[in-house]
């Protein structure tokens, strides 16, 4: 017994880190997504639909190739063994494994950029050959995706420098970098048709965003990497055993996210035959599913992997389990009432955000109905993200593989039967659909390699916070009625509905007592006690 207080001690500390490295993800993700609704809402203002859907299609593209082998493989092959390295061999051996990592980073980021420009007709032909059937749409995505296609060298050059910086607990540069590419959109969406007038065409706007705000992230992660001593040339020693390590993690990782990602491909295709606008639709809609997920539940994934590794490595599968229930019960206080307020509230949300300009009442109701389907699966891909953390962390990477080819199935076959009838929206509901299935297939084969998942916790977790979300979510609805009979608009539904779901919310919390409001709460009130005290 006394030997088990102080792993309990120790597993609260950790639990405090992760806590508090969640909330600096968190702040950082917050100032991107704020700024990225600034972009959207500039987008949809700004351009006509024919050319966000040209977009939206030409940048999906070299945009799921940076997640592939940038974050993606990055963070599930190269993070677990860059901290292994780091905790068993020491600093300089850890930086002599990095410099080969980006020896062998530019090797693969050059090479695919170099296809990705030279065939890329073939690949819109691919994925958006519906495009063909509108006068020049497709040589407009063509000329697009060339020019948007050189993003993944500086996404993949900073996604390995989140690598190093995260292994070292410097979260600050890495939550608040990615806010510049959206800084680039807003500024030459607004600022090139004032500098360039009638010689101006929209779409390099958007070209010249990409680029811009791929290369802004690359600098400023490089006085962090300098000071930790992680900014030497590249070395190209791809027989280093850690080197090998990483290659033999990266190859079921990369194709397990291609084959999850060869979904939202398919669905940018089965999208293109759905006519102009469905493109937009669904991506604004996604974007706004994605909000909640960038600021809470990536936050906590980014703060948990290191911790998740490094038990992992150390063979503490106890506190691994204790560390894996809390990522979960956290992630699900986040998901759930997000989940059910967008479905509340899917419609007033969206005319607030994007009804202006070039984005009309027409487009406004289908992305409403965009974001009802995609909005009811946002807690099962929080789930997906938290468990195959899980599976990264102790290196099985050959179970995700699996799970995304059976998520891939669920997918086209939802998708081809629901695209006839609910047109752009069964793509949409698809796409949830697939996420539940892959979330039930990574939590069913989590047993072999944490067979004490304590469930009891989770699903008690998941109870008090189902029932706060309801609350929360039958409060935002009641208030949008009222005010809608009472003759007030959309946007000021939105805005009042919302606030009386978020405090019905945490009110049923309360009443509920449950502990994920007080972990979530405790940084605030500490740091408010602090200022009282200094105040007396």
């Given amino acids: ?94 930086r002599r494994f990095f410099a080969n990592l980006r020896g062998l980073s530019w090797t693969l980021l050059v ?19 519906g495009f063909q059937e509108i006068p020049g749409q497709f040589e407009r995505t063509v000329w697009l995706t060339r020019w948007v296609f050189p993003y993944i ?21 890495t939550a608040f970098a990615p806010a510049l590419l959206n800084v680039a959109f807003i500024g030459c969406a607004l600022g090139m048709p004032w500098l360039f007038g009638a ?20 600098l400023a992660q490089w006085p962090s990497l300098r000071r930790i001593g992680f900014a030497a040339r590249p070395r190209f020693d791809f027989g ?12 079921p990782v990369m194709l397990g996210m291609g ?21 937009s639709y669904f991506s604004w809609a996604l974007r706004l599913c994605d909000f909640p997920q960038g600021i809470f539940v990536m936050a906590l994934q980014t703060a948990a992997l290191p911790s998740l590794s490094r038990l992992a490595s150390t063979g503490d599968r106890a506190e691994l389990s204790r560390t ?38 027409i487009a406004a109701h289908e992305t409403a109905r965009a974001l009802v389907a995609q909005g009811a699966g946002i807690w099962l891909v929080a789930l997906c993200r938290q468990l195959v953390s899980l599976y990264y962390a102790v290196g099985d990477t050959r179970t995700p593989v699996l799970v995304a080819a059976l998520d891939l199935g669920a997918f086209v076959i939802a998708a081809l039967a629901l695209a006839g009838p609910l047109g752009h929206v069964g793509v949409s ?50 208030v949008r009625e009222g005010l809608s009979r009472a003759g007030l608009g959309l946007s000021s539904q939105a805005i009042l509905a919302a606030l009386a779901g978020v405090a019905a919310f945490v009110g049923a919390a309360f009443v509920f007592r449950s502990p994920e409001l007080r972990i979530v709460t405790a940084p605030l009130l500490r740091r408010f006690g602090r200022g009282r005290g200094r105040e007396g």
């Fill in 1 to 94: 017994m006394e030997a088990e207080e102080p792993a309990k001690d120790r597993g609260a500390r950790e639990h405090e880190r992760i806590a508090g490295r969640a909330a600096i993800v968190a702040a950082g993700t917050l100032a991107s997504r704020f700024l990225g609704l600034v972009r959207d809402q500039v987008l949809a203002a700004v351009f006509s639909r024919q050319l966000t859907d040209a977009f939206f299609v030409a940048f999906t593209i070299p945009n799921l190739l940076r997640q592939v082998l940038g974050e993606g493989a990055v963070q599930s092959a190269v993070l677990p063994v860059l901290t292994r390295t780091k905790e068993q061999q020491g600093d300089d051996a850890a």
């Fill in 111 to 129: 090479t695919v950029t170099a296809l990705g420009v030279g065939f890329a007709e073939p690949l819109v032909w691919l994925f958006a050959g």
């Fill in 153 to 173: 060298l500086f996404m993949g050059t900073a996604a390995l420098g989140v690598a190093a910086l995260n292994t070292y607990r410097r979260f600050t540069v």
């Fill in 199 to 218: 010689r101006y065409d929209p779409a390099t706007a958007l070209a010249t965003a990409v680029l811009l705000g791929g290369a802004l992230q690359v």
């Fill in 240 to 251: 280093h055993p850690e080197v090998r390590e990483v290659l033999r993690r990266m190859g």
């Fill in 259 to 279: 084959v999850y990602y060869v979904d939202v491909l398919l669905a940018r295709r089965f999208l293109s035959e759905q006519g102009v606008g469905a493109q």
């Fill in 324 to 361: 894996f229930t809390f990522g979960m019960r956290l992630t699900l206080f986040a998901a759930l009432p997000a989940t059910l307020l967008a479905l509340a509230l899917a419609e007033p949300i969206v005319v607030l955000l994007f009804q202006r300009g070039q984005f009309d009442a």
């Fill in 429 to 478: 509901a698809a796409v949830s659909i697939a996420s539940g299935v892959q979330a039930l297939l990574l939590w069913s084969f989590a047993g072999r390699h944490l067979p004490d998942r304590r469930s009891a916790e989770i699903f008690g977790s998941f109870a008090r916070t189902l029932a706060a979300s309801l609350a929360g979510a039958a409060a935002a609805y009641g």
